[in-house]
Nanobody
Framework: QVQLVESGGGLVQPGGSLRLSCVAS????????MGWYCQAPGKERELVAS???????NYTDSVKGRFTISRDTAKNAVYLQMNSLKPEDTAVYYC???????????????????WGQGTQVTVSS
């Protein structure tokens, strides 16, 4: 069974930095795009950044120049370096992965999107 586990959230002062990590585990044949989403109280979940298997990245306008997404293909991991944090960045951050899992007998299973459980990021003085 595929699982995504995030880590690295916490409380930070405005202007500070955090690095989020997310590792996918289980029987995985291939991971395509990976991404980070955030959901603030009372708001819908929205894309922060995504990265394709070739390393090309996309960012929402509000984080361009402050956040950097990266991935380690060998570790099935994706990272989000968050610099110059602002109070409006406060949210639960979720990672996701578009991947092709394997069954227990190592047959290819349908491509699907998997989500982590989320990690809280709070930016406050």
């Amino acid at each position: 069974q595929v699982q995504l586990v995030e880590s690295g959230g916490g409380l930070v002062q405005p202007g500070g930095s955090l690095r989020l990590s997310c590792v996918a585990s289980g029987n995985i044949f291939k991971i395509n795009d990976m991404g980070w989403y955030c959901q603030a109280p009372g708001k819908e979940r929205e894309l922060v950044a995504s990265i394709a298997s070739d390393g090309s990245a996309n960012y929402t306008d509000s984080v361009k120049g402050r956040f950097t997404i990266s991935r380690d293909t060998a570790k099935n991991a994706v990272y989000l370096q968050m610099n110059s944090l602002k109070p409006e960045d406060t949210a639960v951050y979720y990672c996701n992965a578009d991947l092709i899992p394997l069954s227990r007998s190592y047959y290819l299973m349908p491509r699907n999107v998997y989500w982590g459980q989320g990690t809280q990021v709070t930016v406050s003085s």
